[in-house]
């Protein structure tokens, strides 16, 4: 059976490609991508994990908007390390003006320890910055203090 080891790479249409590559330069860049390839209307960025891809919607593309509610793509999700990270996007969003749809806040519906935040690119299209850190469960932390080192073993 074929495994997956990992997303390689995503690529979105966009109705202004200058104006959406501008976006993602300043947001992939906070999250530490680097824009490695420029092509026409086509730009890659990669963190040494993942590709993320834009190319420029065609004709009859760019005259329907993206509506969340539609088929098809609903929001890229970025997991970053901890709550501090998804704070300073925000801060970083703000400050270049990327309109917020959801500030930073805990998600319970999504499981304990989710913390979040939603953004918009310029087409409309749900991007989110996210840390899940579910809390140890009590059979976890019995364990931890069954480990060898630490103040509780037996």
């Known amino acids: 059976m074929a495994r997956v080891v990992g997303i390689d790479h995503l690529v979105i249409r966009v109705k202004e490609f200058e104006r959406s590559k501008a976006f993602y330069d300043t947001v992939l860049g906070f999250l530490g991508f680097k824009r490695k390839y420029t092509s026409g209307k086509t730009a890659g960025w990669s963190n040494g994990r993942t590709l993320f891809w834009i190319g420029e919607a065609d004709a009859q593309g760019k005259r329907r908007p993206h509506r969340i509610g539609d088929i098809?793509?609903?929001?890229?999700?970025?997991?970053?390390?901890?709550?501090?990270?998804?704070?300073?996007?925000?801060?970083?969003?703000?400050?270049?003006?990327?309109?917020?749809v959801d500030p930073p806040a805990d998600y319970p519906e999504y499981g304990e320890g989710y913390y979040a935040l939603f953004f918009l690119d310029p087409d409309g299209l749900k991007l989110e910055g996210m840390v899940f850190k579910p809390p140890r469960t009590a059979r976890h932390k019995a364990q931890a203090k069954r480990r060898p080192g630490s103040e509780s073993a037996v």
Do not use: I, P, Q, T
């Open 72 to 100: 098809g793509f609903h929001h890229y999700a970025f997991e970053l390390s901890s709550r501090r990270d998804v704070d300073a996007l925000h801060a970083h969003l703000e400050k270049h003006d990327v309109k917020v």
